[in-house]
């Protein structure tokens, strides 16, 4: 790997694209177990009076934020409100190609990456690891 810029984000967050588990794992062995994204359109509980998205495994919402947790990429200064619907994510955030041509338009060398919602979730770890490496 050369290094262009020398600079290395140590805080980046990995997305998964939205089908990656709905695409790969079996409906009829799984179920709602499968992790996917819901839509809810409750303002009482989600604070916004139009339909989200959210993560849910096994039928459960497993966090009432934002479908993809990657802040630099909003567009909000404060980075206090996310993209509320799959479609509002930009795609570098879950986009490998794309995520390396933002990388290098914002003069990034590399970044150490941690899982978002639903890998980061405890339910996703099912104590059923055929499950678990679906």
Known sequence: MEIKFGLFSCDSHAQIEKDAFTKRMSKAKYGDRIPRLIEINDAAQTGYDRPVHRWAIAGKVIDNR?????????????????????????KGVYDPAERLKMLD?????????????????VPFLQSDAEFELG
């Open 66 to 90: 934002s479908p993809a947790n990657c802040p630099a990429m909003w567009n909000d200064p404060r980075r206090l409100k996310g993209p509320q619907r799959w479609e509002e994510v930009p």
């Open 105 to 121: 338009s914002d003069g990034v060398d590399g970044e150490a990456l941690f899982p978002n919602q639903p890998v980061q979730s």
